[in-house]
């Protein structure tokens, strides 16, 4: 169990459709990072967050958006859904705090279904 | 070209034997290089965790980096059907930044 934790499970919709999915970092750790994880793409980052602030920035869609919260959960919204964004979706998170400890921590992922 | 190139698999293999797993990278301004494990699609586990070029060992694990061939290894030893899993080798500019992720290469090791 890395520490890191991700809801729902599974998530079935619709085209068009608008979804939230959740990550809950590991205690202490100041910064969350999603990725999306495709048969054809493999696992690709999508956004960073460090402490609420945007970080960086990769491969994200505009119909996607992600925040993180006070108190450092963070949530990335998937709006105007399609077929193609049918994948695994993780959350990963690291300390940062400058202890020497930036190893990224998966979370066991939300797996996106649209039809 | 994608930045991480892996070597695709599947690979399989009979228990106790040892798995050569191998990524090749473009991007020069890699420095950190990590092997994740990702059982059934479950999330990636790390496994080793390097920085500079060389080797590290831990267990049955051994890492190697070649910076200047921009080359990473991971060996198994000794394999055991409960390493069977993919792996995925990962590598980042700075260990405050995103990891750029290989295709991964699916292992089964037969008892």
């Known amino acids: 169990d890395s520490g890191v934790t991700q809801t729902p499970k599974h998530l079935i919709t619709a085209t068009g459709q608008r979804v939230t999915l959740r990550c809950s970092p590991r205690?202490?750790?100041?910064?969350v990072y999603w990725y999306q994880q495709s048969l054809d793409q493999g696992l690709q980052f999508l956004i960073q967050y460090y402490n609420g602030e945007e970080r960086a920035k990769g491969n994200i869609l505009e119909r996607f958006s992600a925040q993180q919260f006070p108190d450092l959960h963070s949530e990335l919204n998937l709006s105007s859904l399609e077929l193609g964004d049918s994948a695994l979706y993780f959350c990963?998170?690291?300390?940062?705090?400058?202890?020497?400890?930036?190893?990224?921590?998966f979370g066991p992922g939300t797996r996106l279904t649209v039809l | 070209q994608k930045e991480v190139e892996q070597d695709p698999g599947p690979l399989s293999v009979p228990e106790g034997a040892i798995v050569s797993l191998n990524c090749t990278y473009s991007n020069s301004a890699f420095q950190y290089f990590m092997w994740y494990r990702q059982y059934s699609r479950k999330g990636p586990e790390l496994l080793m965790y390097?920085?500079?070029?060389g080797n590290k060992e831990d267990g049955r694990f051994t890492a190697q980096v070649d910076k200047s061939s921009k080359y990473i290894s991971l060996f198994i030893r000794d394999s055991q059907p409960s390493d069977s899993a993919t792996y995925l080798c990962a590598m980042s500019v700075n260990s405050a930044r995103q990891l750029t992720f290989g295709s991964g290469t699916q292992l089964t090791v037969l008892p």
């Open positions: 990963a998170s690291s300390d940062l705090r400058g202890r020497g400890t930036d190893t990224q921590y």
């Open positions: 390097t920085y500079s070029s």
């Open positions: 205690s202490g750790d100041l910064s």
